[in-house]
């Protein structure tokens, strides 16, 4: 089996690396010459626009920014649907509104190419280390044909529904709790630095009580280091990932108090640090409180 990855970033680069480790044959495209570099140097062959990457592969997952760039890559004029072989699959692992998804799989109908809708949760670790979770959403006999090539970047594949937009509802669930959780850390982190806490007291505390899980420990680690820029979790992602939770929760009728307080935190952070990952919006709180959580307290 044959993959390709368009999309080569943070998270695009991680499940290149892994096919490629895993044997597949792997085809790339990137719209930065220095991606497509990396992606060279690991073994993966460089194409030039996505009619080339779906002409040689069986398999390919789109991990792009947003729906347009999806809709563009997989149904364009040099797109994946018009160039892949009959039987094989877009496995749409970018996170975009449930409603591209329904459009893309609406328009996908009848081309004979299959559509897994699989977005993705562990960002930049779980991409890089090939334990990404999946939240899958296809023909049960397409996810088992496919099973090998996400298995490659994957440690938890959840089959979450039949078809798209399935696993991206999922996904905008997802978000909604991990946006509040976020934000919760970065507040309790002003409190602790206000407080005079050292930032080791405060980690040392949360990450073996019941507070504890890969988000507030990943969160705080960065926090109290001062890593806010460069680890892989760009705050414009986490951002996109809110404002499709909170549209989706809009359309269904659903109040989500706690989920609108973290879209307003990464807006602010998103707005004063934009270059930032997602634990800069620490230093917006910071900013207003005076005070600085480092892994020693200040004396």
Request: charged share 15%; proline share 3%; net charge negative.
């Amino acid at each position: 089996m044959r993959a390709g990855v368009i999309g080569l970033g943070d998270m695009g680069s991680g499940l290149a690396k892994n096919l490629i480790a895993n044997g597949f044959r792997t085809t790339g495209l990137d719209l930065s010459a220095d991606r497509m570099a990396a992606f060279t140097a690991m073994g993966g062959e460089a194409a030039a626009d996505a009619a080339e990457v779906g002409a040689n592969a069986d398999a390919v997952f789109v991990m792009v920014m947003n729906g347009d760039q999806a809709k563009s890559v997989i149904l364009g004029p040099d797109g994946l649907v018009g160039h892949m072989a009959p039987g094989g699959a877009v496995i749409l692992s970018a996170t975009i509104k449930p409603s591209e998804g329904r459009e893309i799989a609406e328009a996908m109908a009848g081309s004979n190419i299959h559509l897994i809708d699989t977005p993705v949760s562990g960002g930049f670790p779980g991409a890089q280390g090939g334990t990404l979770t999946m939240m899958a959403a296809g023909a049960p006999e397409v996810l088992d044909q496919y099973a090998p090539v996400m298995q490659a970047v994957s440690s938890s594949i959840h089959r979450v529904g039949t078809a798209a937009p399935q696993g991206q509802v999922v996904k905008a669930i997802l978000q909604s709790l991990l946006g509040a959780m976020f934000s919760a850390t970065f507040e309790a982190a002003a409190l602790a630095a206000k407080a005079g806490v050292s930032g080791q007291v405060l980690y040392d505390v949360v990450s073996t009580s019941s507070g504890g899980c890969g988000i507030t420990s990943n969160a705080l680690q960065k926090i109290i280091d001062r890593q806010f820029e460069g680890t892989g979790s760009h705050i414009n992602t986490m951002h996109k990932d809110l404002t499709i939770s909170m549209g989706f929760a809009e359309e269904l009728g659903v109040p989500m108090h706690t989920a609108a307080a973290a879209m307003q935190i990464f807006h602010a952070g998103r707005s004063k640090f934009p270059d930032g990952d997602n634990w800069v919006c620490t230093r917006v709180i910071e900013g207003i409180v005076g005070a600085e959580l480092h892994r020693e307290a200040a004396r």
